[in-house]
Each structure stands twice: as structure tokens, then as C-alpha cells.
């Protein structure tokens, strides 16, 4: 039986590379490519406050200086040739040409009003420093610099940065495809139905599409069936027919008289590169690669088994297909003392606080058992020790991992 670290190089070399397209920009999706600046942002020099736009110079206005009003400028209004004197300014509205100042308006009192009601004549109530108050062109994106690195993923901030300098298309990677399949006998996939002698609920079903969405690819199959080698092979065949590169099923892939996955992935010409890794829980895990090169995960059927594979061997290589670079896990304090009796790799449902001082404690919830779902909605991280790991002391420093793989702004560094 190998162990996690062997199994993990098998699907990291299996992995495909990212796939990519041009595309509109869309929250989720991660950069193929770097995407530079098309335009400078601001795209002109704007005014930061309402108030008087003045020429001052490098020496600045002193308090006291009287100006006549020549012109108002509001965000919207196209460029204006300033002569001599105050414009009165809005927020965001493009600092008349020869202005280099800007005071606000509570800065300054107004002498004289014409009959329209705005001001002729205003007196600084404020030194007036060149410069001030005006947001500079290219100030914060000089056009045609680094915008977004590839291997970002769109998330809002992005998206507002692309809208703010009219990025219409990018080199995203494009999604992976994956297609699931549970299978089970017992299975039943209708809420609304009930139970007969010995069925259960479908719950990983649910489980398992909903963390492909998160982890950035598409569900493009999902089917449940019996345990039937047949009815196994047509789902597969129909996953690979709506463009699956990935394949999970869950569940026959142990020991027992109806674990039909591997003869059925044998017959169908695939590869088993593995059956079987030194963790818990979900050791029966399966990988193989089909004939055509696409990649099939034989998760075990067990909820926390099939969510324990999900998390530590799909998502690993979903980050290569998008390009993003490999996980390093926290290095978190236990919050209590931990008994580690055998030697394998485990996957624990954990939970990770801040204490009223302010520390960050990591804690192995009760209820570790491999069918047990309700712990993990409790759970917001997985722990894991390593196999050569035994007891633990309160304190000591754990590995914790996100209940999805991190797509946002880069955290590894030196
Ligand atoms: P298996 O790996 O097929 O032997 O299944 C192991 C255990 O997980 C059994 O108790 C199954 O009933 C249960 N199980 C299998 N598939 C699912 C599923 N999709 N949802 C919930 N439990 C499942
Ligand atoms: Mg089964």
C-alpha cells in the first residue's frame, strides 16, 4: 500500500495542464495570462473633494489669498481650459487644464455670490499645498502595467479592477470538467421519498457536486446507480461523452462481493495506478487513468471518505488543471492533547477558533467515525498528521487545511 506523498506525485504527474480560452472576464475564473493595463486609472486628473480648483504652483496658496470664480466643473464634464482664478469643483470631476490644487469647500468662505446663486469670489480659509486633493492620472494603474498576475482567481475586487480600465476579454483557464457518479443499491436520491428496509439517503451525492462548483470546475454528469457493473460502465460511458476529463464515483471500490469498480475499470482498458493509500479514513481510495487519458477517482462510498478524497487528491490536481501553485497546509496550535494509535495519515474534522486573547487554536472534534456527517457541519478545517505522527500534546503544532482548496490572493511566500 503506498502512502499519501507517492499517491500525490501519481496525480500531479497524471495531471493535465490547464486548458486555455478567451473569455469575458467572470468571478471564479483563474488568469491564464498576465493582463496588462489597457487604459491608465484614474484615466485624468480628478478632483478628490468638492471645492475650488486653483493654480498655485510649487509654492502653494496661504491662507487668506482671494480668488475670483471663473468656471465650475462637474464629474462628467469633459476637459476645460482654466485661465486665471478658482473653478469650482465637484468630487471625481476633471481638474480644469493649468489647475494643480484643490481646496475643499468647507476650507473656504465665499465673498460674493452671482445672481444664480454660486460663488464669484471666495477667500482660502487654508494653506493651500500644489497638488492636494487631486487624484493624478495613472496615480493608481499606469496604463499598459501589470494589472492581475496569471493564476489569479477573479474574485470582486478583480472584477471591479478589470471593469475600472475596460478589460472586455482575458486568457482564463478554462474549467475542469468532472463527472460524478455514486453508486449504491441502497441509494435514494428523492428527498421526498421515503425510505424502504435498508436504503439510505444520498448525501454525498449533493456533497460532492457542490464542492466540484466550489473547487473552480463543472459538473457536466452526475448519475447514481446501482451496484451494477453494467449500468456503472453506460454512466461512465455518458460522462465521457458530455466531456468529462474527470471521473468520481463513490462508493464499490473496497473488498466486499459488490466493490465492482476496479474489474469494471480493468475491462473498460484502464490503468489502476493505485487502490488503496496508507489514510484515514478512505484508504480504498482508487485512481486510475482511462484509455483516452481522462482521470477516474474511486472514492469510498463512506460520507467523510468520499469528502476526505475530494479534498486531498481531486482538489490537488483541479489546482494544477488551473494553474494555480500547490497548497501549504497552517501550522496551528492544538487546543487539546490528541491520541494517534495507528500509522497512517489521518484527515480529521477539525475546528480552528479565536480565543478572547486572540489566539488561534485548532481542535479535533468528537466523532471522527467515517459515516458521520453531522460533526463535519460543524467542522471549518481538516487536521492532519502525518503518518509518522503519534501523540500530541496540547500546543502542538498541527497541519490545517481549508474545507475547500484557496483560490483567492496567493498566501504561500517564503
Ligand atoms: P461502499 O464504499 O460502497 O462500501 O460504501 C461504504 C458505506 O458508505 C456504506 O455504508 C454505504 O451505504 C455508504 N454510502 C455509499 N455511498 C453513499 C452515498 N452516496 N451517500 C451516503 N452514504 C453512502
Ligand atoms: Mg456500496
Redesign the pocket.
Known amino acids: 500500500m503506498i502512502g499519501y506523498a507517492e499517491a500525490l506525485e501519481i496525480l500531479l504527474r497524471e495531471a493535465p495542464a490547464p486548458q486555455v480560452q478567451r473569455t469575458a472576464p467572470a468571478v471564479g475564473q483563474v488568469l491564464a495570462e498576465a493582463v496588462a493595463s489597457p487604459e491608465a486609472l484614474p484615466p485624468f486628473d480628478n478632483s478628490a473633494m468638492d471645492g475650488f480648483a486653483l493654480r498655485v504652483g510649487p509654492d502653494g496658496a496661504s491662507a487668506g489669498a482671494e480668488f475670483d470664480v471663473r468656471g465650475a466643473q462637474a464629474a462628467g464634464d469633459a476637459a476645460a481650459v482654466a485661465g486665471q482664478g478658482a473653478w469650482e469643483i465637484m468630487t471625481g470631476a476633471r481638474v480644469p487644464d493649468g489647475l494643480d490644487a484643490v481646496i475643499p469647500v468647507e476650507q473656504v468662505a465665499v465673498l460674493a455670490r452671482g445672481a444664480d446663486g454660486r460663488p464669484r469670489r471666495i477667500r482660502l480659509n487654508a494653506d493651500l499645498p500644489m497638488g492636494q486633493h487631486i487624484r493624478c492620472a495613472g496615480e493608481d494603474v499606469a496604463a499598459g502595467a501589470l494589472l492581475l498576475d496569471r493564476g489569479v482567481c477573479l474574485e470582486a475586487a478583480q472584477r471591479m479592477l478589470l471593469s475600472a480600465v475596460g478589460v472586455a476579454e482575458v486568457a482564463a483557464v478554462r474549467p475542469p470538467q468532472l463527472a460524478l457518479i455514486?453508486?449504491?443499491r441502497?441509494?435514494v436520491d428523492d428527498p421526498g421519498q421515503s425510505l424502504a428496509s435498508g436504503e439510505?439517503?444520498?448525501?454525498?451525492?449533493p456533497y460532492l457536486a457542490q464542492k466540484i462548483i466550489d473547487a473552480g470546475a463543472l459538473l457536466v454528469r452526475r448519475a447514481t446507480v446501482g451496484d451494477d457493473a453494467d449500468a456503472f460502465r453506460a454512466a461512465l460511458r455518458q460522462s465521457l461523452d458530455a466531456g468529462a476529463r474527470l471521473l468520481l464515483s463513490?462508493?464499490?471500490?473496497?473488498m466486499?462481493r459488490h466493490?465492482f469498480v476496479p474489474d469494471a475499470l480493468r475491462d473498460l482498458g484502464a490503468t489502476i495506478h493505485f487502490h488503496k493509500v496508507r489514510i484515514r479514513p478512505g484508504k480504498?481510495l482508487l485512481f486510475a487513468t482511462l484509455p483516452d487519458g481522462q482521470l477516474f477517482f474511486g472514492l469510498?462510498?463512506?460520507?467523510v471518505s468520499?469528502a476526505v478524497g475530494m479534498r486531498f487528491f481531486v482538489e490537488p490536481v483541479l489546482r494544477r488543471m488551473l494553474g494555480l501553485p500547490d497548497e501549504r497546509p497552517l501550522r496551528l496550535p492544538l487546543a487539546e492533547p490528541y491520541r494517534k494509535r495507528h500509522p497512517l495519515r489521518f484527515h480529521l474534522k477539525a475546528s480552528v477558533s479565536v480565543a478572547a486573547n486572540g489566539r488561534v487554536l485548532a481542535r479535533i472534534l468528537p466523532g471522527q467515525e467515517s459515516?458521520r456527517i453531522a460533526p463535519m457541519a460543524r467542522s471549518n478545517a481538516w487536521i492532519v498528521l502525518g503518518e509518522d505522527i503519534g501523540d500530541l500534546d496540547a500546543g502542538a503544532l498541527v497541519d490545517v487545511h481549508g474545507l475547500s482548496h484557496w483560490r483567492g490572493p496567493q498566501l504561500t511566500g517564503n
Open positions: 455514486n453508486t449504491g441502497e441509494l439510505i439517503r444520498n448525501s454525498n451525492g463513490t462508493g464499490a471500490v473496497s466486499g466493490d480504498p469510498p462510498g463512506n460520507p468520499s459515516f
